[in-house]
C-alpha cells in the first residue's frame, strides 16, 4: 500500500481560525487582517493563538469549522475489501480504478503467487499474527504452511480463470467476477478535517482491520504535517475515545 497527500488546502488551520471567528465576532472577518481577528484569543504569537482557538473548539466538540479544509489523496493497492470499507463514510469523495476499462490480462499468474495483484493478509504467513474475531491464537509452522499454500493456489486460480475468460472475449467487467475481494485496487479520494477525524476515531480504532488501519495511520501521518496543531491535539486528547458514534 502506498498513500500519497495529492492537495490540500493550503494553510488549513488559518482557514479553521477564520471560519471559526466569524463566528464569534461582530465585525467581518473577510474585512479583517488575521491578526485583527485574532487579537482576543490567548497567546504571544499567532501560532500560539491558533493553537488556543483550535484546541478550545477541539475540546467543546465544536467540529464545524473544520469542515473547510479539503484534501486529495491517493492509495495505491488496497484490497477490494478495505476499500468497500472505506467508501461506506458517506461525507468522502471517492474515485476508484476501473474493472470495466482496465484488464489485468497482462499480470503474469506466476507474479500473483508471489503476492502481486491480490493483496495478502498478514494472516496468511504470519503464524503469530492474531486478529480480531480470530478463533484461535498463534499457529504451528506446519498450519501456517498449509494456509499460505491454499492462499495462494486459490489467489492464483483465480487470476488465470479471469484471464482464460479474457480470451474468450469475456467483457473484463464481468470476468472480474471470478476475482478475489482481496483483489488491489487504487483510489483518489477527498474529504475534510472533520471527517479525517470522524475517519480515525472509526478506522484507526483496534477493533478496525489490519489494512483499513494501515491506511487511516497513513493519512494520519500526513495530516499530521498538513495540520499539525489539529492532529497533535488529536492524536493527545481525542485518539482512540469511546464514544464513536457508530457502528
Ligand atoms: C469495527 C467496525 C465494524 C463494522 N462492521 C460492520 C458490519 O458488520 N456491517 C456493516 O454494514 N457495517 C459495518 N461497519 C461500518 C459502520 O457501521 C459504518 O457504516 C461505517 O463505519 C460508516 O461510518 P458512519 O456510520 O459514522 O457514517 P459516515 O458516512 O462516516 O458519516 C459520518 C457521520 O455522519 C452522520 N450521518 C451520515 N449519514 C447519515 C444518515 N443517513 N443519517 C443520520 N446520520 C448520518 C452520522 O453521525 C455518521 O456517524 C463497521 C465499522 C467498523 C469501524
Known amino acids: 500500500m502506498d498513500v500519497r497527500l495529492l492537495e490540500a488546502t493550503e494553510d488549513p488551520e488559518r482557514v ?16 479583517q487582517s488575521f491578526a485583527e481577528m485574532m487579537d482576543t484569543v490567548e ?6 493563538k491558533k493553537e488556543t482557538l483550535i484546541g478550545h473548539l477541539l475540546d467543546h466538540g465544536h467540529f464545524g469549522p473544520f469542515e473547510h479544509p ?35 490480462d497482462d499480470v503474469d499468474p506466476a507474479d500473483v503467487r508471489e503476492g502481486a495483484m491480490v493483496v495478502t493478509p498478514p494472516s496468511a504467513t504470519d503464524p503469530d499474527w ?20 491454499i492462499f495462494r493456489e486459490s489467489v492464483t486460480e483465480s487470476v488465470e480463470s479471469y484471464q482464460e475468460l479474457l480470451e474468450t472475449g469475456m467483457a473484463p467487467e464481468d470476468a472480474r467476477f471470478v476475482l478475489p475481494i482481496g483483489t488491489e485496487v487504487n483510489m483518489v479520494f477527498s474529504m475534510n478535517v472533520r471527517m479525517l477525524m470522524h475517519i480515525a476515531d472509526m478506522r484507526a480504532a483496534a477493533d478496525s482491520q489490519w489494512e483499513i488501519r494501515e491506511l487511516t495511520e497513513a493519512v494520519l501521518d500526513h ?10 491535539h488529536y492524536d493527545e486528547h481525542m485518539k482512540g475515545r469511546k464514544n464513536r458514534l457508530a457502528p
Request: charged share 25%.
Open 223 to 232: 495530516a499530521a504535517e498538513w495540520c499539525p496543531l489539529t492532529f497533535a
Open 16 to 31: 479553521v481560525c477564520t471560519a471559526a471567528r466569524c463566528d464569534y465576532s461582530s465585525g467581518f472577518v473577510g474585512d
Open 70 to 104: 479539503q484534501a486529495t489523496f491517493a492509495v495505491e493497492g488496497i484490497s477490494r475489501s478495505c476499500m468497500a470499507q472505506l467508501t461506506r463514510h458517506r461525507h468522502v469523495s471517492f474515485d476508484v480504478q476501473s474493472m470495466r476499462y482496465v484488464a489485468f
Open 43 to 48: 497567546g504571544d504569537t499567532i501560532e500560539e
Open 130 to 149: 492474531v486478529g480480531r474475531n480470530q478463533s484461535g491464537g498463534a499457529v504451528d509452522g506446519e498450519t501456517i504452511e498449509r494456509r499460505e499454500q
